[in-house]
């Protein structure tokens, strides 16, 4: 059984994802304080964590980012906040996916199933080749560890899959929208401007000048293509 921690102050809100989770055969866990949702989280093992921005204590996104320092699980933001940036924060700091308030219950299991589904095939899948090699780009798909020149950089879960999932269609354009079914899982469900925050966030990392991309190019109108 599948265990899913919920941090999120809002008793009502709480115990509505819980109950709606619950029904599906997932071992649910709510933490009420951002304090107390953090120490769960990392003395504890949850193959999920639902996370709300807003909380009392440390907030969500710290959380995120502790979190995603120790364990590389999923983890699904939940907010009531719209603002772009908000959304790019979060991601930036490695959350899997960004979820506005209010949404229906329904669409909050499909998103945890489908991310759950996702992870699962990711750990359990032993690449035949373990490396990628282009350029002074090394993609070790083992240790899921990237390097430019040797140099580690460190990327979050959905920025390594983008940037592996490129790297092994070389010089094929791949839509935002097919990216987003492809690389998140989910299909016509989610913001897919999350596929323009993480390119954005790779280049940035690993492009000399991400104005002017040799890794991964924009292909006006059509989507992004990897340079092979």
């Avoid at 006006?220 to 092979?228: E, I, N």
């Amino acid at each position: 059984m599948k265990r899913i921690l919920i941090i999120e102050d809002d008793k009502s809100i709480a115990e509505l994802e819980r109950d709606y989770l619950e029904i599906e055969g997932f071992s649910v866990e709510i933490s009420f304080t951002g304090d107390a949702g953090l120490k769960q989280a990392l003395a504890e093992d949850f193959d999920l964590v639902l996370l709300d921005l807003m909380l009392p204590g440390v907030d969500g996104f710290q959380i995120c980012k502790t979190i995603r320092t120790e364990k590389d699980i999923p983890i699904l933001m939940v907010s009531a906040k719209k603002e772009d940036i908000d959304k790019i924060r979060g991601l930036g700091l490695g959350a899997d996916d960004y979820i506005v308030k209010p949404f229906s219950p329904s669409e909050l299991v499909a998103r945890v199933k489908a991310h759950l589904s996702r992870y699962q095939r990711l750990i359990g899948k032993v690449p035949q080749n373990d490396s990628i090699l282009i350029r002074g780009l090394r993609i070790d798909q083992t240790s899921r560890r990237v390097y430019i020149n040797d140099e580690e950089i460190i990327f979050t879960t959905k920025e390594f899959d983008v940037l592996t999932f490129l790297a092994l269609n070389p010089n094929r354009v791949f839509s935002k929208e097919q990216l987003f079914e492809r690389v998140w899982g989910l299909d016509s469900m989610g913001d897919i401007s999350t596929v323009t925050v993480h390119i954005r966030r790779i280049r940035e990392k690993i492009e000399t000048d991400p104005s002017n991309p040799q890794y991964i190019e924009t292909v006006w109108g059509a989507g992004y293509r990897f340079k092979g």
